[in-house]
């Protein structure tokens, strides 16, 4: 029994793998690098702007959007060169991210005038639902 058990925790993650749904994209090894490396930055960017927020610092909330995350980042995350390697829906959910992120930009430094955070807030979750919505649709190789 306990050999089974064992044989099919072994088996479980192949299963898993197996099961996956998500579109694969398969990118040449350096794009794949910088793409793995441009969602890490964006996580950190994230991070930082919670951290902004629960400062009340909503105008360096949205200095860290709009430069990291938003449409003024692309050039810099290298959008034009990476589009081609995406599917057409990843590369629409990458565009929508960024909008997104510039729309939170100017809703945090609308917060810092109106003292209300919670429009901040949703326009943040609105970023973090494009992140989410391309990582469930797809993996990279």
Known sequence: MKRTKLILLCLLPLSAVAEDGRVLVELPPMMREHMLHNMRDHLETLRSIVT????ADYEGAAELAEGGLGMSAMQMHGAAHMA????EGMRQ?????????????????????????ATALRA???????CTACHAGYRLQ
């Open 124 to 130: 943040l979750a609105d970023v973090m639902a494009q």
């Open 93 to 117: 959910a990458g565009i929508a991210m960024h909008r997104a992120a510039s729309r939170f930009a100017q809703a945090a430094r609308d917060a810092e005038v109106r003292g209300d955070p």
């Open 84 to 87: 081609p390697f995406m599917p």
């Open 52 to 55: 902004r927020l629960g400062q």
